[in-house]
Nanobody
Framework: QVQLVESGGGLVQAGGFLRLSCSASGNTFNIDVMGWYRQAPGKPRELVARITSGGSTNYADSVKGRFTISRDSAKNTVYLEMNSLKPEDTAVYYC?????????WGQGTQVTVSS
């Protein structure tokens, strides 16, 4: 089992900045991909950004150039730096970790961007 705990969400004005963190604990050996997803009210959960153990990244088109994902493998932690936030970025953000055939999720952290 892998436990994921997110932190760093909150309320920010449009154009602002937030940094999310997600720490993994438990059986963290061989975690491959870690990433962030988000879910806005009435919408399906969507990928925001993901990073492999080798450091390869990919981003949703809507956040490219504004968000940056990074990973500290020694600390089993993944970060999401969010710049130039927009009201449409408002959602619950979930941390994800993939280890072999298993996917693990955090409890989510609310990000609200006011206009």
């Amino acid at each position: 089992q892998v436990q994921l705990v997110e932190s760093g969400g909150g309320l920010v004005q449009a154009g602002g900045f937030l940094r999310l963190s997600c720490s993994a604990s438990g059986n963290t050996f061989n975690i491959d991909v870690m990433g962030w997803y988000r879910q806005a009210p009435g919408k399906p959960r969507e990928l925001v950004a993901r990073i492999t153990s080798g450091g390869s990244t990919n981003y949703a088109d809507s956040v490219k150039g504004r968000f940056t994902i990074s990973r500290d493998s020694a600390k089993n932690t993944v970060y999401l730096e969010m710049n130039s936030l927009k009201p449409e970025d408002t959602a619950v953000y979930y941390c994800n970790a993939d280890r072999g055939p298993y996917a693990y999720w955090g409890q989510g952290t609310q990000v609200t961007v006011s206009s």
